[in-house]
């Protein structure tokens, strides 16, 4: 036997001359070529469980451990996060962000489950049907002043402050603006009694009580202010705003899922002609208004800009 059957790991190069001295590697045996990775029902079951976590608007990550693990694989992990992406899709809904911040932040598309209508809303918050449009205008007026200018929406770290109290006299200044606007150009300012459908949005608002009268002071569900506290508890049920404290109506704090979904409203008709008015917004979560520019009169449109759906 010669050293080299001994050790065949190494040959001498058949082109090098004699006594050369030269060897070559052995040829290394071929890799078959490596594909994606299949998805297991395993990876399927924890991208379905990520977009469970995103579905409870409360949780944060920083207080669930499988949360936060599987956010940091949908950052690391390409495949994982597309997965996930999909089961969003496929329960129609949308991802608006996902972070450590704001969790998996996803919102309803209209043909989704998930979405919350109007219709529903006016019955979990036990309406009567002819207040709808007064609803959604306290809804509107909420997401203006917790996010009065562009830059509040686009700094990660803004936190907006509202109280209900603020937003009604907020809402009242507008209907004041816009009655001096409708008074200017000579339009009627007394529509057929008895036919709300004719009347501009902001009258309506303006001539319903502000907070009513109770025997025991109790403002009514009926009043605006009762009506925006009815909007700013759906919004704290749905994780958009957090409580804290009670002064002037109730005060509250935006949340990054919040500000996320008004982000996302913001290009909307009547939240631009809201906006338009002037809001300067003050520390204790009340608003007072610019004099406005020269612009066409507002016309704000019932529903636009919620976080449900009309219908």
């Given at each position: 036997m010669t050293e080299y059957d001994a050790d065949d790991t190494a040959r001498p190069d058949p082109t090098a001359g004699a006594g050369d001295g030269r060897f070559l590697p052995a040829p290394e045996a071929e890799q078959p070529a490596k594909g994606p990775a299949p998805v297991t029902p395993a990876d399927a079951a924890d991208a379905a469980r990520l977009v469970s976590f995103g579905l409870q608007p409360k949780l944060l990550p920083a207080r669930d451990a499988e949360y936060g693990e599987l956010l940091r694989r949908y950052r690391d992990d390409p495949a994982f996060a597309r997965l996930a992406d999909a089961v969003a899709s496929g329960l129609g809904l949308v991802v608006l962000e996902v972070s450590t911040r704001a969790g998996m932040a996803v919102t309803a598309a209209e043909d989704s489950v998930f979405a919350v209508r109007m219709g529903d809303y006016a019955r979990r918050a036990s309406t009567d049907a002819g207040d709808r449009f007064l609803h959604g205008l306290a809804h509107l007026a909420v997401a203006a002043m917790a996010f009065p200018r562009p830059e509040d929406l686009a700094d990660d770290g803004y936190?907006?402050?509202?109280?209900?109290?603020?937003?009604?006299?907020?809402?009242?200044?507008?209907?004041?603006?816009?009655?001096?606007?409708?008074?200017?150009?000579?339009?009627?300012?007394?529509?057929?009694?008895?036919?709300?459908?004719?009347?501009?949005?902001?009258?309506?608002?303006?001539?319903?009580?502000?907070?009513?009268?109770?025997?025991?002071?109790?403002?009514?569900?009926?009043?605006?202010?009762?009506?925006?506290?009815?909007?700013?508890?759906?919004?704290?049920?749905?994780?958009?705003?957090?409580?804290?404290?009670?002064?002037?109506?109730?005060?509250?704090?935006?949340?990054?899922?919040?500000?996320?979904?008004?982000?996302?409203?913001?290009?909307?008709?009547?939240?631009?002609?809201?906006?338009?008015?002037?809001?300067?917004?003050?520390?204790?979560?009340?608003?007072?208004?610019?004099?406005?520019?020269?612009?066409?009169?507002?016309?704000?449109?019932a529903d636009a800009g919620l976080p449900f759906h009309s219908g």
């Open positions: 936190i907006g402050r509202i109280t209900v109290n603020g937003v009604d006299a907020f809402v009242r200044q507008a209907c004041r603006r816009l009655e001096e606007r409708a008074a200017e150009a000579g339009e009627n300012t007394d529509p057929t009694s008895g036919a709300p459908g004719l009347e501009a949005s902001w009258r309506v608002y303006a001539r319903r009580s502000s907070t009513g009268a109770t025997k025991d002071a109790r403002r009514l569900a009926g009043s605006t202010t009762g009506i925006i506290a009815k909007a700013v508890s759906f919004l704290v049920d749905s994780g958009f705003l957090q409580r804290t404290g009670d002064d002037a109506g109730g005060t509250y704090r935006t949340t990054a899922r919040y500000q996320l979904q008004v982000r996302d409203m913001a290009g909307t008709a009547a939240m631009a002609e809201l906006l338009e008015l002037g809001v300067v917004p003050i520390a204790d979560g009340n608003a007072s208004l610019l004099p406005a520019e020269d612009t066409d009169d507002l016309d704000l449109v």
